[in-house]
DNA sequence: TCCCGCCCGGAGAGCGCTCTCAGAAACCGG
DNA sequence: CCGGTTTCTGAGAGCGCTCTCCGGGCGGGA
């Protein structure tokens, strides 16, 4: 019933706004555009139509003519596990969408697994349906990134890359939270409460987040002792492990600075279950700030605050000025101030 | 110099694969889209061609005339804040991106906050971009089921949908899970361990799934009484709130039955503060499965899980279904098991 | 060998829009 | 009141593709 009516073949097209409003298609077409250069009378005659008719442009036919899109492709790389256990996914997506809706552009979500996936996603990216690209979470095998380039896409990068040359790289721009001073933070916290031997449990570090937190704990204890560092891999067994690690290499350790919030919910587990008391025996900082775990451990988790969603609206924003000024050289990289937020663990 | 051969202008066409293949362009569109009725010497010439040329169909102009377009819209209404701090959102989308690759389609994510979303995204629904829509957390007020069975655009939701007369819509497809059987199994399990005052807390009552978990209580305590359920709104803090009001109500209490894993976290907190043992003194089963929390609790929790991606999934290939044979007359909705997943806190 | 039917390939229209180009209308000063 | 500008408007081409015809070629039956 209401199919016929608005379904099916019926949609309205600017010849039949032009019809009714007695004007010529380019004049409906002008109007619809913003309406420059057309006289205050014939413009309204136009709108009067545009809103009987409940006329809605056409997106394909001018994308076919312009080559603009309206709509940007989010690519990520799903193995990082992190993405979809975390509420990071969700924020960013939530920030991109906001910057994206204020622009009035559609966000198109690509998600690789294997592969064949990434294939696809190289295949749809040549298709042109998108005037550019956010990518995430690149590990080093990653081909979209060369894929984007070639393709003379223009893009911004969520994260530090880490292949080799990509800092060097002219046109490459990517924004990260600053993870290096975020760890720093964190060990100076621990400091400031009179810690002395301060372990730190890594995230895995073929990522750039994870060495970067790494370098930030080394910054601050240069020569510190190699047997306080254990690698994780940025999920709770990882924390478990890592945790565990430490205890029998320094017994001795009264602190522990963790790379991620889900890693220290398994090093206090490990703490408790040694008879540790959190923070009296041992003070733990994570990192993340992930509400449903920070504000749920036992203590309450300290951990380093990091703007996800902000990270998101920052990409966008950088991707729209180059989609809008595509001449102007490559905006330079952001990184986001992180910060220490005090709770009970530490 | 990248940009200058493959981006620009440059991009081949249909015409100029058609030139170098020898043949007309009409050929080469049959080759390019399955090749059925060419004789197989022509069909290689045109393959090879579009591999030389690296030759990828423009698809606003296919979608101008064949009015497909090969996408499909994911709208979520954003309030419900549980689909940003829960992984559900992610693992919906995971499902859902993995059913639609396998069909070279793509996804359109619309995320709706406020008025002006909805109104933006009635309006891009109606540019005809999409083949068909998903629709995710509809709380009563949201317009956009209305919207897209105005358009006549096909659509499945996920999660029973509660506005009035919805049930009972022709053409109206959803998936969920299984929450009233789910809470049923819960009900059960508490009771098989001897458990006889078992109290309930809810999620928000506007939402289906707090109500039908509801019922699913009831369906075993059909004379309960009233003080045993506390009404919730899936946050933590909620589970706070609703365990400190049974307690008060009820400290006779032996078991809860908690509608949601985060809440069942702020519950077990203030069991543990209120010196009640998990379980020996009172049993507690949450519901979701949420790795992140479930799993992490002390003690671990004895939970409801859901198989989210599989929702998500089967969303996906019911849409594409209806969408591959329009005058098939809408397929049943489904209802997805839940089951019971017993860890140690019940 | 001829004719009919079938299959394959090509010509061409047209999807809905933008944008250039040129002509019409309005406006100014002289 | 007229010519020269300047401002508006309309005609029409064309974006890249699909799909409907239609004609040509080929095979088989008479």
New interface residues.
């Given amino acids: 019933m209401?199919?016929s009516e608005?379904?099916?073949g019926g949609?309205p097209t600017l010849e039949s706004v032009a019809e009714l409003a007695g004007v010529s298609r380019a004049t409906a077409s002008r109007v619809v555009n913003g309406g420059a250069g057309v006289r205050a009378a014939l413009r309204e005659k136009v709108e009067r139509a545009v809103a009987e008719l409940?006329y809605?442009?056409?997106?394909?036919?001018r994308?076919?003519v312009t080559r603009r899109?309206r709509?940007i492709a989010?690519v990520i790389a799903?193995p990082e596990a992190r993405?979809?256990?975390?509420?990071f996914?969700?924020?960013h997506?939530?920030g991109i969408?906001?910057e994206l809706?204020a622009a009035?552009n559609?966000?198109?979500?690509?998600?690789a697994?294997d592969e064949r996936?990434h294939e696809?996603i190289g295949?749809?990216l040549?298709?042109?349906?998108v005037d550019g690209v956010l990518l995430f979470s690149l590990h080093r095998s990653d081909p979209t990134p060369e894929t984007v380039?070639?393709?003379?896409?223009p893009f911004v990068i969520g994260g530090r890359p880490g292949w080799p040359g990509a800092e060097s790289a002219r046109d490459l721009v990517y924004v990260d939270n600053d993870n290096r001073g975020g760890a720093r933070l964190a060990v100076q916290h621990l400091r400031s409460i009179g810690r002395e031997r301060i372990a730190t449990i890594t995230g895995p570090l073929d990522q750039t987040s994870s060495v970067d937190r790494l370098d930030g704990y080394r910054d601050l204890l240069p020569d510190g002792d190699e047997d306080l560092i254990a690698v994780g891999d940025f999920t709770?067994d990882g924390g478990i492990r890592g945790m565990s690690e430490l205890l029998s290499r320094r017994p001795d350790l009264d602190a522990v600075f963790v790379a991620s919030d889900?890693m220290a919910?398994g090093a206090i587990?490990v703490l408790r279950a040694a008879g540790r008391r959190v923070p009296e025996d041992v003070a733990v900082v994570g990192f993340d700030d992930v509400?449903?775990?920070a504000?749920?451990t036992?203590p309450r988790l300290t951990t380093i605050r990091q703007e996800i969603e902000e990270m998101g609206r920052l990409m966008t924003r950088l991707l729209l000025r180059r989609l809008n000024d595509p001449g102007a050289s490559a905006p330079s990289s952001v990184i986001i101030p992180t910060h220490l937020v005090v709770r009970e663990s530490a």
Same sequence: chains 1, 2.
């Fill in positions: 209401t199919e608005a379904g099916a949609r409940g809605v442009p056409n997106l394909a036919a994308t076919l899109n709509a989010v799903e993405f979809f256990s975390d509420p996914f969700a924020q997506l939530r969408s906001r809706a009035d559609q966000m198109v979500l690509l998600l697994e996936d696809r295949r749809y040549s298709g042109g349906h380039h070639r393709l003379g896409l709770a889900v919910s587990r509400e449903s775990i504000a749920w036992e």
